[in-house]
């Protein structure tokens, strides 16, 4: 009983952002590889995954790691291509890459509640990425939808 007048709080409190019927739905973000030829977002990978987004983010992971490379201005100045070929074939390092991909936004699950919703992403953020978001959307033309939300929040929910 403590949870449905929590739940009925919440939704009679909450900002629903401008929306009718609103649902909380939270979306991280998938990245599916592809070509050069279809994208322009890139990132730097090893044998084990990913490592870097950008280029400065690629030399400051191969100074902590402690790479024996002459760090310069110069490294920061080659484009990544140019950088990759430099490792790659001058230095021996030839386990790195830049993957190039596409961004495709992917449902993690829906609340009644934006603080619901908020509590999840803090609970569960080290199973997703920086993107991890809350999208509201509404309940139109989804009557069942609409009646259990209505009724959670009007308290006509009762047990014996």
């Known amino acids: 009983m403590k949870m449905l007048d929590e739940i009925k709080k919440r939704l009679n409190t909450q900002d629903n952002r401008i929306t009718a019927d609103p649902i909380f739905v939270v979306y991280d973000w998938d990245r599916i590889p592809t070509s050069s030829d279809y994208s322009d977002y890139f990132m730097f990978v090893d044998d084990e995954g990913?490592?870097?987004?950008?280029?400065?983010?690629?030399?400051?992971?191969?100074?902590?790691?402690?790479?024996?490379?002459?760090?310069?201005?110069?490294?920061?100045?080659?484009?990544?291509?140019?950088?990759?070929?430099?490792?790659?074939?001058?230095?021996?390092?030839?386990?790195?890459?830049?993957?190039?991909?596409?961004?495709?936004?992917?449902?993690?699950?829906?609340?009644?509640?934006?603080?619901?919703?908020?509590?999840?992403?803090?609970?569960?953020?080290?199973?997703?990425?920086?993107?991890?978001?809350?999208?509201v959307n509404c309940l139109w033309r989804n009557p069942e939808m609409q009646f259990i939300r209505n009724s959670l929040k009007d308290g006509k929910f009762t047990f014996h």
């Not at 400051?60 to 110069?74: G, M, Q, V, Y």
């Not at 100045?77 to 790195?96: A, P």
Request: proline share 1%.
């Open 50 to 135: 990913q490592i870097a987004d950008t280029q400065e983010e690629f030399i400051d992971f191969l100074k902590e790691n402690d790479f024996k490379l002459p760090f310069t201005d110069e490294l920061k100045e080659m484009s990544t291509d140019r950088l990759l070929d430099w490792l790659c074939e001058e230095q021996g390092y030839e386990h790195f890459r830049k993957v190039y991909y596409i961004k495709k936004r992917t449902f993690i699950n829906v609340f009644f509640t934006e603080e619901s919703a908020n509590d999840f992403i803090k609970q569960n953020h080290y199973h997703y990425s920086k993107e991890v978001h809350i999208y």
